[in-house]
């Protein structure tokens, strides 16, 4: 059997991957799971494992760390990346680490990992008549670079409403998203021609183009640009936006596509379908550079519209606006509106629903004429965000907590839930999860998963003879004593005394 390690600091997605389907089936076996990155290093040290399925975002040693510090004691297995729609940038570094493929926790189902374990079947753990394993091809763009030779420019696509087009297009993107968007791609003429299109994943898509005459580059590549993009909108109803490089050779196409993947950053301040080029854009990544240090802070306030937090990162920031020039502020504050998208897209929220409509923030910005006019504009802006996270929270907290109540149902027997497990479940803040589920339940979350406990201990006791340390263990109690402490504080009576009762009653 081929030894499964799996690291991620949720607890839910752990259980998940363990129960989702018979491992064993398909020559597998679950060894180890860990919450951290720290604790599976040292396991790894001195175990065995064939594949680590880990997550990118751990608190005390994240999957990328963890990766590079077993490859660089070469005790690195066939990796997983376990993944959100909003860690594809952390994914891209696994796959240059070394990883094999990766893993979409909002997608993870029986059919998502029993492709993946056939896949994996199918190209690695096949035994070749020295009984050794495959090595595993190399994965990731940085293969595809190193096979070209002369001028090409390289072209980033990321398919916009990710979230909207995976649902339209079912569990198995890669066949019918990203098939149809290569096949399509490659009918055109001039792409055929010189140019090279290839999936980096069902979202991301990556053009070589051959810069066949450096003077007519920039608008051959737009040319072709808008021209894939109407396509994959004519034929697939799908937006992509784009993000083009200068052509380069060698070495230099590892560096554009780095900056390639900033370039994507900027694309919302045009809206889906955007182009952003690097010849265009070259000030306004420097800028993004500098804001990033500077105005975190402010984009993550807004996006929790969090009043005192806000306050003290507005103040700085017009601080820091009144030193610039004009032109310069209207730059500055469209780095801002990239950093808030990012805060969007890190908790996989739609940027574009703040408006009803599709806005350009730099036509808007742009037809500013002086800093007191950006000042009152950016005020307004703010507003408008904070006005629509609070009142998004508002609608949106019963429906929450009633979720919050399924999960707590379906996973009472787990010892091992916490409320910061349902926080994370529902996509809230620790502390604040667990004021709205006091607020909304009357009371606390401990009470209320102890009275669901209790209560589901009690009808285990009426209608089976399981002994006590069973049900205790069968309502999320390692320890019978705690159990029946908690039962007698709950009933005023022992788990035995009130079995004995019911049983004489009926």
Same mark, same amino acid.
């Given at each position: 059997?081929?030894?499964?390690?799996?690291?991620?600091?949720?607890?839910?997605?752990?259980?998940?991957?363990?129960?989702?389907?018979?491992? $064993?089936?398909?020559?597998?076996?679950?060894?180890?799971?860990?919450?951290?990155?720290?604790?599976?290093?040292?396991?790894?040290?001195?175990?065995?494992?064939?594949?680590?399925?880990?997550?990118?975002?751990?608190?005390?040693?994240?999957?990328?760390?963890?990766?590079?510090?077993?490859?660089?004691?070469?005790?690195?297995?066939?990796?997983?990346?376990?993944?959100?729609?909003?860690?594809?940038? =952390?994914?891209?570094?696994?796959?240059?680490?070394?990883?094999?493929?990766?893993?979409?926790?909002?997608?993870?189902? %029986?059919?998502? @990992?029993?492709?993946?374990?056939?896949?994996?079947?199918?190209?690695?753990?096949?035994?070749?008549?020295?009984?050794?394993?495959?090595?595993?091809?190399?994965?990731?763009?940085? #293969?595809?670079?190193?096979?070209? %030779?002369?001028?090409?420019?390289?072209?980033?696509?990321?398919?916009?409403?990710?979230?909207?087009?995976?649902?339209?297009?079912?569990?198995?993107?890669?066949?019918?998203?990203?098939?149809?968007?290569?096949?399509?791609?490659?009918?055109?003429?001039?792409?055929?021609?010189?140019?090279?299109?290839?999936?980096?994943?069902?979202?991301?898509?990556?053009?070589?183009?051959?810069?066949?005459?450096?003077?007519?580059?920039?608008?051959?590549? %737009? %040319?072709?640009?808008?021209? @894939?993009?109407?396509?994959?909108?004519?034929?697939?109803?799908?937006?992509?936006?784009?993000?083009?490089?200068?052509?380069? *050779?060698?070495?230099?196409?590892?560096?554009?596509?780095?900056?390639?993947?900033?370039?994507?950053?900027?694309?919302?301040?045009?809206?889906?379908?955007?182009? !952003?080029?690097?010849?265009?854009?070259?000030?306004?990544?420097?800028?993004?550079?500098?804001?990033?240090?500077?105005?975190?802070?402010?984009? =993550? #306030?807004?996006?929790?519209?969090?009043?005192?937090?806000?306050?003290? $990162?507005?103040?700085?920031?017009? !601080?820091?606006?009144?030193?610039? *020039?004009?032109?310069?502020? !209207?730059?500055?504050?469209?780095?801002?509106?990239? =950093?808030?998208?990012?805060?969007?897209?890190?908790? +996989?929220?739609?940027?574009?629903?703040?408006?009803?409509?599709?806005?350009?923030?730099?036509?808007?910005?742009?037809?500013?004429?002086?800093?007191?006019?950006?000042?009152?504009?950016?005020?307004?802006?703010?507003?408008?965000?904070?006005?629509?996270?609070?009142?998004?929270?508002?609608?949106?907290?019963?429906?929450?907590?009633?979720?919050?109540?399924?999960? /707590?149902?379906?996973?009472?027997?787990?010892?091992?839930?916490?409320?910061?497990?349902? #926080?994370?479940?529902?996509? /809230?803040?620790?502390?604040?999860?667990?004021?709205?589920?006091?607020?909304?339940?009357?009371?606390?979350?401990?009470?209320? /998963?102890?009275?669901?406990?209790?209560?589901?201990?009690?009808?285990?006791?009426?209608?089976?003879?399981?002994?006590?340390?069973?049900?205790?263990?069968?309502?999320?109690?390692?320890?019978?004593?705690?159990?029946?402490?908690?039962?007698?504080?709950?009933?005023?009576?022992?788990?035995?005394?009130?079995?004995?009762?019911?049983?004489? +009653?009926?």
């Amino acid at each position: 059997m081929n030894q499964v390690v799996i690291v991620d600091d949720d607890m839910i997605v752990r259980v998940t991957l363990r129960s989702l389907l018979d491992w $064993e089936k398909f020559g597998f076996t679950v060894a180890a799971d860990f919450s951290g990155g720290k604790a599976a290093l040292e396991y790894l040290k001195h175990h065995r494992a064939d594949l680590l399925v880990v997550d990118m975002k751990m608190p005390d040693l994240d999957g990328i760390s963890l990766m590079e510090q077993l490859q660089a004691e070469g005790k690195l297995p066939v990796t997983v990346a376990l993944s959100g729609y909003n860690e594809f940038e =952390l994914v891209r570094q696994a796959f240059r680490v070394g990883a094999f493929d990766y893993l979409l926790k909002s997608d993870l189902t %029986s059919e998502s @990992l029993k492709k993946l374990l056939d896949n994996l079947n199918g190209q690695i753990f096949l035994e070749n008549c020295s009984g050794e394993k495959k090595v595993p091809a190399s994965v990731g763009s940085g #293969a595809l670079l190193e096979t070209l %030779s002369g001028m090409y420019g390289i072209v980033l696509f990321e398919i916009d409403d990710q979230k909207r087009q995976a649902a339209r297009f079912g569990p198995d993107l890669a066949e019918q998203l990203g098939k149809p968007v290569l096949e399509l791609a490659r009918q055109l003429p001039r792409v055929a021609a010189k140019g090279r299109l290839e999936s980096i994943d069902p979202f991301h898509y990556i053009l070589l183009y051959q810069a066949a005459d450096p003077n007519q580059y920039h608008h051959t590549i %737009s %040319s072709v640009i808008r021209q @894939l993009q109407s396509v994959w909108k004519d034929y697939m109803n799908i937006t992509l936006s784009a993000a083009a490089s200068e052509p380069y *050779e060698g070495a230099m196409l590892s560096q554009a596509l780095e900056k390639n993947y900033q370039l994507l950053k900027l694309a919302v301040l045009s809206g889906r379908g955007a182009l !952003c080029t690097e010849w265009e854009c070259k000030e306004e990544l420097k800028a993004l550079s500098v804001c990033q240090e500077q105005e975190e802070g402010l984009a =993550l #306030a807004l996006y929790r519209a969090d009043p005192v937090f806000l306050q003290q $990162e507005k103040q700085k920031f017009f !601080c820091r606006l009144e030193q610039m *020039e004009f032109w310069e502020g !209207c730059r500055y504050s469209l780095m801002v509106i990239v =950093l808030l998208a990012g805060c969007f897209a890190q908790y +996989e929220d739609d940027f574009f629903a703040l408006f009803p409509e599709e806005v350009s923030y730099r036509e808007k910005i742009g037809r500013l004429t002086c800093s007191r006019e950006l000042e009152l504009w950016l005020n307004n802006y703010f507003r408008w965000v904070t006005d629509y996270v609070e009142n998004r929270s508002r609608t949106c907290q019963p429906d929450l907590i009633v979720k919050a109540k399924r999960f /707590l149902g379906d996973n009472y027997s787990n010892p091992e839930l916490t409320l910061k497990s349902a #926080a994370d479940f529902v996509g /809230l803040n620790e502390k604040y999860f667990s004021s709205r589920f006091t607020k909304e339940s009357g009371m606390t979350f401990s009470a209320y /998963l102890t009275d669901l406990r209790m209560q589901k201990a009690k009808n285990l006791m009426i209608t089976t003879d399981f002994k006590m340390y069973e049900i205790s263990e069968r309502v999320g109690y390692h320890n019978t004593e705690h159990f029946t402490r908690m039962f007698k504080r709950s009933f005023g009576v022992s788990p035995g005394d009130y079995r004995k009762s019911h049983r004489v +009653e009926t």
